[in-house]
């Protein structure tokens, strides 16, 4: 439902635009806003359908984040800043898909696995 709201707006940008560059400089504007949303709509228990799609572009790494982080940027959930200290926790796991064990950034750093609630 997310994701057609998203290009429901994106599309009426387009198309409301006399200026092809200020459509441009608009959706730009609006694509961050919109992946935000994404991401809090993301479900815990199971990977969403849309970070299956991506995964299909990227690789067939989990990419899975720290907890804390932001799925999509790896930016601290508070809000606040990195330090040259945590900087390195916004990497996502480079495990590949299915792995089992608990998850490893490309530093070989590792981190638990979040339990999945029933």
Do not use: F
């Amino acid at each position: 439902m997310v994701i057609a709201k998203v290009a429901s707006d994106l599309t009426a940008v387009c198309q409301g635009a006399d200026n092809p560059q200020a459509a441009i400089q608009l959706v730009l504007q609006l694509i961050p806003k919109h992946m935000a949303e994404i991401v809090r709509e993301r479900s815990h228990v199971e990977p969403s359908p849309l970070r299956g799609a991506l995964n299909s572009v990227v690789g067939s790494e989990c990419l899975e984040r720290r907890p804390g982080r932001d799925a999509l940027t790896g930016d601290r959930a508070d809000g606040q800043p990195d330090t040259d200290d945590t900087w390195y926790d916004r990497l996502p796991c480079t495990h590949q898909h299915g792995h089992s064990d608990h998850h490893r950034d490309a530093y070989k750093r590792t981190w638990q696995r979040a339990e999945i609630l029933r």
